[in-house]
């Protein structure tokens, strides 16, 4: 059952801490994106990779946060310091690169930070 | 800059009910439109994923449409259960940078 896999479910920490969140996309899927859900603003486009390259990262703060693709099976976001306000779920989805294609997420990550 | 939109923001139906969510976006420049469900604390589970060239896609209960020309969709849910329950997202993928554009979603409940 192919499916995209995060890594923490949940995570707490405090304020200033680094946080890295993990996304294994489906296999043989060469698109990644990195969505944050809050209450007020919804589902927000963080960054965007295809065959591992970053595409589109306009939607993340770039002070604090980083996102990498060090190999096709993993993807990672990065915040440091992390924030109150970085308080969210964190979702990936994958997919294959051309329009007409499905986007899968996974479970998301649901950070807090105290 | 693409804008979509989910009317109502919230639907509460007692369970039998046929009932029609609404979707709409600003730019008709898209490659498709897919509707997802999230539960309360889940991720996202796709629903129905309608190319730029269908009009709709059906799945058991569900129905969605497209119109691009008036940049709207609906998902119709027929004879609603209590297992219905739930936050339905619309989100366009955007021609170009291809990325998905998602609404702020409908949450309905269905009431047994």
């Known amino acids: 059952d192919a499916r995209v896999t995060q890594t923490p479910r949940h995570k707490v920490t405090e304020m200033g801490q680094e946080v890295t969140m993990r996304c294994q996309p489906i296999l043989g899927h060469n698109t990644v994106f990195w969505y944050r859900q809050t209450m007020m603003q919804g589902l927000e486009l963080l960054a965007y990779f295809r065959n591992r390259a970053p595409l589109d990262d306009s939607g993340m703060p770039k002070d604090r946060f980083s996102a990498e693709m060090p190999d096709a099976t993993l993807a990672t976001l990065k915040i440091q310091p992390s924030e109150p306000r970085d308080s969210a779920v964190y979702f990936c989805?994958?997919?294959?690169?051309?329009?007409?294609?499905?986007?899968?997420f996974g479970q998301g990550t649901r950070l807090t930070v105290v | 800059k693409q804008e979509v939109t989910q009317i109502p923001a919230a639907l509460s139906v007692p369970e039998g009910e046929n009932l029609v969510l609404n979707c709409s976006f600003t730019?008709?420049?898209?490659?498709?439109l897919q509707w997802f469900r999230q539960d309360p604390g889940k991720g996202l589970t796709s629903l129905l994923l309608i190319q730029s060239s269908q009009r709709e896609q059906t799945s058991g209960r569900l129905n969605a449409s497209l119109d691009k020309s008036s940049g709207r969709s609906t998902l119709y849910i027929a004879a609603s259960q209590p297992g219905d329950s739930a936050t339905y997202l619309c989100?366009?993928?955007?021609?170009?940078?291809?990325?998905?554009?998602f609404g702020q979603g409908t949450r309905l409940t269905i009431n047994p």
């Open positions: 989805a994958s997919g294959l690169s051309g329009g007409d294609t499905e986007a899968f």
């Open positions: 730019d008709s420049a898209i490659y498709n």
């Open positions: 989100a366009v993928r955007i021609q170009g940078a291809q990325k998905l554009v």
